[in-house]
């Protein structure tokens, strides 16, 4: 019998893209005749623009119109791909139009361009992102910058206890569930595969068409991999697309174990309705956060099953990954199934970006991914954390990210699928893979930028400030502290702090915050991004709000 891994983990979703363009009443010049003052009236429409400061040593300078404060929005960092730079894009945008307002007198003006600013990220509405670190731990939102799962069909099939398939995320109504798209309730086995009426899933375990939850576990990890986002309810889930497709398989003893045959005919479930279905499901990827041995027996290995073992062969060879949680036992112990042939193991990092005390290590993980403290949907219709973890929530967070990389490149194959997962990885612990952390911990923004790109090279994606603590409690004298590598490590510190809009919120002299905009009250909860500058460069970040209202 197969166990689940007990742990769970809650989660619901929603989309905000970090719209657009430049920064308001604000302009790069570069003089041919520099005016004598820092004021300067415009030619033809009496409006007055004052020198904000000079912009590196070429002669640029930032102007602004006269009276008005900088309200920055900023650019989506998928648009600035082609130089994969991160600082204002200073002389690039529609000069010309920014040149008719000044005029185009050659004698006066060199050029004149907006002054565009973007930032990383793209950051759902739902108002448990801000507590989410896991998101910003395998920069979500950068990588949904580019795909949030809506290029293609994508289908995650969750081999669990089931899923609630009532809930504002994951239902129907909210266009989560997978529904089948030849049968119809009442209409019998329209399309032949041998089950009445499997109109979105299946209950293998009691052999009918309502695959409900019976215990929370498969909602909880339904919730992690592609609950729906941007909706303004509960949290954010890896793919935004991707419909979920609930195939249970738990219901003896509590709800707590499954059968062999019942794992094999959900396999092969998913694996006919990712050909028979093809056009409306897309391609599909399968979590499974269960596996032998399970936490009541750690010290007991458990053999191999050559019919399992087959159907996972027969879920790869019609490319169809398959993820498996590695196990909460923190031992070497083999599990299966993450430990068979071609299925890829996940094991579990915490707050800190270390290794949980119980994720199970050995040559089955493949990758890891936060699996500690994740937030998301219940069974009972709310949202929560109920201080379970485990690998069983490092998985769908992984398998999300699988669907991902299939909207994006909807023939790719599982082992290509399997190369930008590990390409993309931060790499912890000893150099290269290990037998704690696989490859490294699951990065979305790199993983993303190989499945549109195909290369990181040229790619720095590592060079970004930090704040701690993150999440950051505001108030009662609290300061979350700002860190930037050791190449932008200099004197003359600036911060400025923006919220998910790109307004400027507050701007610092030091390395340092309280939480608090220009006005000095306190922000409220969220998510915030901050530039670190020093007279040796600049970096970026995120820290996540919690003001406690």
């Known amino acids: 019998m197969r166990r689940i891994f007990h742990s769970f983990m809650w989660m619901l979703a929603s989309p905000f893209l970090l719209s657009a363009a430049h920064v ?62 991160r600082k204002r894009l200073a002389v690039s945008g529609p000069a010309a139009q920014a040149a008719a307002l000044f005029g185009s007198d050659p004698a006066v003006l060199s050029y004149a361009t907006n002054d565009y600013r ?20 395998i920069r979500a939102f950068a990588g949904w910058e580019f795909d949030i799962g809506n290029s293609t069909p994508t289908t995650i099939a969750i081999i669990d206890t089931g899923v609630a398939i009532d809930h504002v995320d994951l239902s129907s ?16 086995d329209q399309d032949g595969n041998g089950r009445t009426d499997d109109f979105w899933g299946w209950d293998f375990a009691d052999n009918d068409n309502n695959p409900a939850d019976c ?31 609930p195939l249970k398989i738990f219901s003896a003893f509590g709800c707590n174990s499954a059968s062999t045959a019942d794992i094999i005919a959900a396999i092969d479930y998913a694996v006919w309705v990712s050909t028979a279905h093809r056009s409306y499901t897309g391609r599909t990827v399968i979590n499974l956060s269960l596996g032998c041995p399970g936490s009541d027996a750690c010290g007991a290995p458990c053999p191999p099953n050559n019919l399992e073992e087959d159907a996972m062969a027969r879920a790869l060879a019609n490319n169809v990954p398959v993820i498996a949680a590695k196990g909460n036992c923190g031992n070497s112990v083999a599990v299966i199934p993450s430990d068979y042939a071609g299925v890829f193991g996940v094991g579990a990092t915490n707050r800190t970006d270390s290794l949980a005390s119980f994720s199970s290590i050995g040559s089955g993980v493949d990758l890891v991914a936060p699996g500690v403290d994740i937030l998301g949907a219940n069974r009972n219709g709310g949202f929560g954390n109920n201080g379970d973890d485990g690998t069983s929530f490092s998985a769908p967070i992984v398998a999300g990210a699988a669907a991902l990389i299939f909207s994006v490149l909807p023939a790719a194959t599982t082992t290509q699928v399997f190369n930008i997962l590990t390409g993309g990885a931060d790499d912890l612990g000893s150099a290269g893979r290990d037998d704690q ?113």
């Open 118 to 137: 973007y930032l990383l990220g793209r950051v759902p509405n739902d108002p448990l992102v801000a507590s989410q670190y896991h998101l910003d731990m």
């Open 215 to 245: 215990l929370g576990h498969g909602t909880l990890v339904a919730s992690a991999a592609g609950a729906a986002t941007d909706n303004g309810t509960g949290a954010a889930g890896v793919s935004w697309g991707a419909k979920i497709l």
């Open 437 to 549: 952390f696989g490859h490294g911990r699951l990065n979305l923004l790199k993983s993303m930028r190989l499945a549109r790109y195909g290369t990181l090279s040229g790619f720095d994606a590592t060079t970004q400030a930090i704040a701690l603590p993150n999440p950051f409690k505001a108030g009662d004298n609290r300061r979350a502290t700002f860190s930037v590598p050791d190449d932008v490590v200099g004197p003359n510190i600036k911060v400025q702090v923006y919220d998910v809009s790109g307004s400027l919120i507050r701007e610092l002299e030091s390395a340092s915050w309280d939480g608090k905009n220009e006005n000095g009250f306190l922000v409220a909860s969220g998510v915030y991004i901050f530039e670190v500058k020093t007279d040796k460069g600049s970096a970026r970040g995120r820290v996540i709000v919690d003001a406690g209202e």
């Open 173 to 188: 109504a909210s266009g989560k569930i997978w529904i089948n798209p030849v049968d119809v309730p009442g209409g019998g």
């Open 24 to 85: 308001p009443d604000e302009i790069l010049i570069k003089w041919a005749n520099p005016p004598a003052s820092s004021t300067w009236t415009v030619p033809g429409s009496g409006a007055t623009i004052v020198k904000v400061k000079s912009v590196g040593t070429s002669g640029l300078e930032l102007w602004r119109v006269a009276g008005q404060k900088p309200v920055e929005t900023v650019l989506p960092y998928a648009a600035a791909q082609a130089d994969q730079t």
